[in-house]
């Protein structure tokens, strides 16, 4: 999974990082990793409708993946939020 938060740019609070809007590249990245996750979720939960014998993933696998999918996409909303003017 992405880590949203990592490294924060100079200037802001360290405890607390936000995204910088306003640094297209920066929002570009974000953009990129948040749909990462999200189509890993996807493929998790949407392998789990298939017919048993078609499966890749088991249901425990597909159960983690989508897990930290679910965090990792709240942390990047979280993260995403607290750059807003």
Do not use: C, Y
Request: a negative charge.
């Amino acid at each position: 999974m992405n880590d949203f938060t990592k490294d924060p740019p100079e200037g802001q609070d360290p405890v607390r990082p936000s995204l910088d809007w306003s640094n297209a590249e920066a929002a570009r990245r974000w953009l990129s990793g948040v749909e990462t996750v999200l189509d890993d979720a996807l493929a998790a939960s949407g392998d789990q409708m298939l017919p048993l014998r078609q499966r890749r993933l088991g249901h425990v696998e597909a159960e983690r993946i989508v897990r930290e999918a679910t965090v990792a996409l709240h942390n990047a909303l979280s993260f995403a939020r607290r750059g807003l003017p």
